[in-house]
């Protein structure tokens, strides 16, 4: 399945944004969806995942700022950033999680978002 993210932008510190990600097919038959990020000179972390049967798991830096969701009818993962920081500044990938093996994984290209005063 191909993924495409889009949403991204810039936004000062304490403002919000909504990322989405939209798939060419049905995300229905992988376990589950995620938001992954990389800033630079870091390596890609998992922001927040969504399971297909609805369970949500979040990095300890964004639990109670951000917001992942699904629509599985529209083959599509929203991302829901609010109180942004400066250390959200990064690059926001979506991926599509097989659950077993990495090669049945994808990945979107990503999305910019800055985070700056």
């Known amino acids: 399945v191909q993924l495409v993210e889009s949403g991204g932008g810039s936004v000062q510190p304490g403002g919000s944004l909504r990322l989405s990600c939209a798939a060419s097919?049905?995300?229905?038959?992988?376990?589950?969806m995620a938001w992954h990020r990389q800033a630079p000179g870091k390596q890609r972390e998992l922001v927040a995942m969504i399971t297909n049967s609805g369970s949500t798991n979040y990095a300890d830096s964004v639990r109670g700022r951000f917001t992942i969701s699904r629509d599985s009818a529209l083959n599509e993962v929203y991302l829901q950033m609010d109180n942004l920081k400066s250390e959200d500044t990064a690059i926001y990938y979506c991926?599509?999680?097989?659950?077993?093996?990495?090669?049945?994984?994808?990945w979107g290209q990503g999305t910019q978002v800055t985070v700056s005063s």
């Open positions: 991926k599509a999680d097989s659950g077993t093996y990495a090669a049945l994984d994808s």
């Open positions: 097919g049905s995300i229905v038959p992988f376990y589950a």
